[in-house]
């Protein structure tokens, strides 16, 4: 009989996402989790890891700058590298970029302001243990809420990510058409979600652990965390280190 | 010794902060400038006066911490 599946989510301070990634992962999807404190050297034995959105150390110097140096961050990069799956939500997504589990880097929103709104996605690798639930070119409704959600790369690092269909979701209208003016943070090629090469390791400002629920009126990030325990489940676990 | 470290955004890096700026001294009639950058600066209080040592050290902070290379430019100056 194979162990049941965890979840880890990681704590920093500043976090603030965390009981709500906690909460989707537990009470709507009815999996176990594990909130892990950042002073963590090693992981448990868990089959996916979730950095969640917030604030970590304040957001000081720079976005998921301090945070990335945590001792966590090491077993977490350790577990990356084994194959084991990480997502991270905005805060999340910024810590990557920072340990450089993610190329790129993200600037303060083009506006200047903090955007907490609805936002659409569309679609555009469902060949990820991320996305297997969703349709290629489908459109998803996901808050986003942050000051700096403007995702960077250099030319040759967007061509690589193109060539190798590593954008995962791209800001976009209603009808899915990827524009402009769908573009909330002036982020490069409108890009709200990358994976590494490998594809193990997904970044993302929109936030599917606060759609999860049809009680909070929209369901749409269940495709997200329902993909990734449905790859959690078919994969061999990768052993705590 | 002190180190001062001088960071901004690179340069082709739309610098949104910078901008707002040059409007505002624009609006104020201050129309002769032509571009606005901003940036931050660290002020590192150093234990040692060895200034060739200093310099890589603070380099290699600027490397692994204080700056993200990818976005952005770092300026060491070294004062006694």
């Known amino acids: 009989m194979t162990a049941p599946l965890r979840i880890g989510v990681l704590v920093f301070p500043g976090s603030n996402c965390d009981r709500d990634c906690h909460e989707a992962v537990t009470q709507v999807l009815g999996v176990e989790a594990d909130f892990i404190w950042h002073k963590a050297a090693t992981l448990p034995q868990v089959d996916a890891v979730i950095i969640p959105g917030g604030f970590s150390y304040g957001d000081y110097l720079r976005t998921g700058a301090i945070a990335r140096f945590s001792p966590v961050m090491t077993a977490v990069t350790r577990f990356a590298e084994a194959g084991g799956l990480v997502l991270g939500i905005c805060n999340g997504f910024q810590i990557l970029l920072e340990a450089g589990l993610l190329p790129g880097a993200i600037l303060r929103n083009r506006s200047l302001s903090f955007i907490c709104k609805d936002i659409r996605v569309r679609m555009e690798n469902t060949v990820t243990p991320f996305t297997s639930r969703c349709q290629a070119g489908q459109v998803l409704t996901f808050p986003i809420a942050h000051g700096e959600g403007n995702y960077y790369a250099d030319q040759a690092t967007l061509a690589g990510l193109k060539t190798r269909n590593q954008v995962v979701f791209r800001y976009c209208t209603q009808d899915g058409r990827v524009t402009p003016e769908a573009n909330p943070n002036g982020s490069l090629d409108n890009i709200a979600g990358i994976v590494n090469e490998a594809g193990n390791v997904l970044g993302m400002m929109p936030h599917p652990e606060r759609c999860a629920d049809a009680l909070l009126g929209n369901e749409d990030g269940r495709l997200i965390l329902l993909s990734l325990l449905d790859a959690a489940k078919s994969r061999k676990p990768v052993m705590a280190s | ?80």
């Open chain 2, 1 to 80: 010794m002190k180190a001062k470290v001088s960071i901004t955004l690179k340069r082709g890096i739309l610098d949104p902060q910078g901008q707002a700026v040059l409007h505002a001294l624009s609006s104020l009639g201050y129309t002769g400038v032509k571009d606005v950058r901003v940036g931050k600066l660290i002020e590192l209080e150093l234990a040692s006066n060895d200034r060739a040592g200093a310099e890589t050290e603070v380099k290699a902070m600027c490397e692994r911490l204080l700056a993200n290379t990818i976005i952005e430019e770092y300026r060491i100056e070294l004062v006694e």
